[in-house]
């Protein structure tokens, strides 16, 4: 099971999938996933200033034209390690938003990001493919990479905790969208991974736990009965006072 969480096989896959990723995206939620994108980022205070904005793993960019809207005057910056996506990713951004995107071809995992720099993180629909070392890392980079009360906001896929919705969701994810991936969309076992990571991740109490060791002040945020869960909030000040 631990290969499913090696970088290498990570990247293959969403590579594979770089062609039919967002239509996939929106497949598997029902179209949910245009509403919780726009939902993660109003987690975050709205800012008309000059702030440095970061999204992290970013796929084809599905979160920047909410992002613009949100910080109208910000530095972005968006970083992903799978060349497919990254490639991709640079032609919407020439093309849709006029370059307002620095986009890092990197894994976050050994990233070469610099200290405090960052007053904003976004993530959507990649902590599954994390283990809890690699969320260990994750949660320390955050807490490295942010400045002092810097805002962060985080979703992901997850299991829903009502049997009234869990058994049909997963049936969707585990069987309906690997056929659908076989006719029309792509490769139907690259999607097939898709149940197997949810399945693992379940939802996003335990990244909680890890972020808050982290010296990271989290709320636990659960969008539409836990369909998909995620974690907002800030990176806590140090107290200099008491150095």
């Known amino acids: 099971m631990r290969e499913i969480y090696e970088p290498e096989f990570v990247k ?53 034209e909410y992002l613009t809207k949100h910080y109208p005057n910000a530095n972005f910056v968006a970083l992903d390690f799978a060349d497919e996506m990254v490639e991709k990713s ?21 990233n070469k990001l610099k200290s405090q720099d960052f007053d904003i993180i976004t ?28 805002e962060f906001s985080f979703i992901e896929i997850s299991k829903p905790k009502a049997k ?15 056929i659908l991936g ?4 792509g490769n139907p076992n690259d999607y097939r991974m898709l149940w197997l990571y949810t399945e693992n991740f379940d939802n996003s109490q335990k990244v909680k736990e890890i972020f808050e060791r982290n010296n990271l002040r989290v709320k636990y ?9 995620g974690i907002s909030g800030k990176k806590i000040a140090t107290n200099n006072n008491n150095l």
């Open 221 to 229: 945020d659960s969008y539409f009965f836990g369909c998909a869960t």
């Open 164 to 178: 009234i919705l869990f058994f049909p969701y997963k049936f969707y994810l585990s069987k309906i969208i690997p």
């Open 90 to 110: 640079r032609r919407k951004n020439l093309r849709q938003l006029g370059n307002r995107f620095k986009i890092l071809h990197q894994n976050i995992l050994e």
């Open 182 to 185: 076989k006719f029309f969309l």
């Open 123 to 150: 993530c959507a629909f990649g902590l599954k493919t994390f283990n809890e070392e690699q969320l260990e890392l994750l949660a320390k980079t955050v807490n490295r990479i942010l400045k002092d009360e810097g």
């Open 12 to 64: 293959k896959l969403f590579n594979q999938m770089s062609n039919s990723y967002e239509r996939m995206n929106f497949i598997t939620s029902f179209g949910f996933s245009i509403i919780w994108r726009k939902q993660f980022i109003r987690k975050l205070k709205k800012s008309d200033q000059e702030i440095k904005v970061i999204d992290l793993m970013s796929g084809l960019g599905e979160n920047w």
